[in-house]
């Protein structure tokens, strides 16, 4: 024991220990001036994320923000707020609150849930609703805060599969790439699909036996046997429809009858508006030119209920 007190009181022992006391003094010291080190600017920035209401007053942004304008939002606060950056009381909450506001407004899915339940429906645990701004402390991403800021400002890949993102590794690398090599023709096979039955279509399709106008391929005029109507075939159209004349040219007759009933129509509603509007004026020679305008097809569709009984 005497030995012991000796040591302790040697100037050695002493020495070492004011070292000791010294760097541990030193050390609290530093501490301190860290936990000290922030501006008022950076505790007004905390102290306004954590006494917004909702995730798009976090970001400061309306509801009908996109995407782009999201992004921008999220980029400016996560630089304030990032725990490196920000050593205010409660810049980590604030933080999380960045990335998760941001996180929900960018999945479609998560978003339509909030805007139509609110925020009681992004709660993962009964007792997040205890705290003011449970939402900062419940991750709602796929990713951690962290990893979302290091993807926008640290270079980190991150792919999304199947509705979630994955860290983009070097392991993976061969996998990913296969999957996106694959992704493209997947991305093709409706396409494809389409092409495949347009072509197969085209074997199938014929060509109708007559047309009312002449073109390259029906050049050869005739005429029906009741209504005396033109059209026109090919040069194998007897080989083909000589069976089937009669059927044809009712098909022909009734096509001719609805055109022509359309255009008598438009005829007519033209020269009745014209008429109107003349008298609308009080333009005399207006209304007599209105009055005079012809009506080509009504005139050929009455011919053809003059001369023919089949009406």
């Not at 798009?56 to 490196?84: C, F, M, N």
């Not at 022509?260 to 030119?289: G, P, Q």
Request: aromatic share 12%.
């Amino acid at each position: 024991m005497p030995e012991s007190n000796s040591m302790n009181g040697s100037p050695s022992f002493r020495r070492r220990k004011q070292e000791y006391t010294s760097q541990e003094n030193d050390s609290n010291a530093q501490n301190t001036d860290n936990c000290s080190k922030y501006t008022e600017e950076q505790q007004r920035a905390v102290e306004k994320i954590r006494s917004c209401s909702d995730y798009y007053e976090i970001l400061g942004v309306t509801k009908e923000a996109g995407e782009s304008e999201l992004r921008k939002q999220y980029k400016k606060l996560a630089l304030q707020l990032h725990p490196d950056k920000n050593k205010a009381p409660g810049a980590v909450e604030a933080f999380k609150a960045v990335g998760n506001a941001f996180a929900v407004l960018t999945d479609p899915v998560k978003r339509k849930r909030y805007d139509t339940y609110g925020l009681e429906a992004m709660q993962t645990t009964e007792n997040h609703t205890q705290e003011g701004y449970y939402y900062a402390h419940s991750f709602e991403g796929d990713m951690t805060a962290e990893e979302l800021y290091n993807m926008f400002f640290q270079g980190q890949t991150f792919v999304r599969t199947g509705g979630q993102w994955r860290r983009f590794q070097t392991g993976q690398s061969h996998h990913y790439h296969e999957q996106e090599s694959q992704s493209p023709l997947r991305q093709m096979l409706p396409l494809l699909f389409v092409v495949g039955i347009s072509i197969l279509s085209t074997f199938l399709y014929t060509d109708p036996p007559y047309s009312l106008q002449r073109t390259m391929k029906y050049l050869y005029e005739r005429r029906t046997s009741n209504l005396d109507v033109p059209y026109y075939v090919k040069d194998s159209f007897m080989q083909k429809y000589e069976s089937l004349l009669s059927h044809v040219e009712k098909q022909v007759e009734d096509e001719y009858l609805v055109n022509l009933r359309t255009s008598c129509f438009r005829e007519r509603n033209y020269k009745e508006n014209m008429i109107w509007r003349a008298k609308h004026f009080k333009d005399v020679n207006l209304e007599a030119k209105a009055k005079s305008i012809r009506t080509p097809s009504c005139d050929a569709l009455s011919d053809l209920y003059k001369n023919y009984n089949r009406f």
